[in-house]
């Protein structure tokens, strides 16, 4: 089992900047990728970044892509995102996801894709 836990949300004026953080535990070793999803009110949940278990060629949706950056430290157990240049429609709340299974090229981007999920925390960027 692996347990999820996102922290770092907040409220924030547009322009500015949030970094979330999801701290991994229990049996994490074995994990292939982990992403970024988020949902907003009224709308289906939508991923956002993904990374591969070695770090190299993350993946992004097109609506970050340049303002969002995921990285995960050296051992893997925290995942984070770094939201730049934050706009109203980036109000959500934000999952951090993980799973095992082998995959090839890039990381999937389907939510169906991801087993393990934390809890979520809140970003809500005023104009």
């Known amino acids: 089992q692996v347990l999820l836990v996102e922290s770092g949300g907040g409220s924030v004026q547009a322009g500015g900047s949030l970094r979330l953080s999801c701290a991994a535990s229990?049996?994490?070793?074995?994990?292939?990728?982990m992403g970024w999803f988020r949902q907003a009110s009224g709308k289906e949940r939508e991923g956002v970044a993904f990374?591969?278990?070695?770090?190299?060629?993350?993946l992004y949706d097109d609506s970050v892509k340049g303002r969002f950056t995921i990285s995960q430290d050296n051992n893997r157990k925290t995942l984070y995102l770094q939201m730049n240049s934050l706009k109203p429609e980036d109000t959500a709340m934000y999952y951090c996801?993980?799973?095992?299974?082998?995959?090839?090229?890039?990381?999937?981007?389907?939510?169906?894709?991801?087993?393990?999920w934390g809890q979520g925390t809140q970003v809500t960027v005023s104009s």
């Open positions: 990374i591969p278990f070695d770090g190299v060629r993350p």
């Open positions: 996801a993980a799973d095992f299974r082998w995959f090839t090229g890039n990381p999937p981007t389907s939510a169906l894709q991801y087993n393990y």
């Open positions: 229990g049996s994490t070793a074995g994990i292939t990728r």
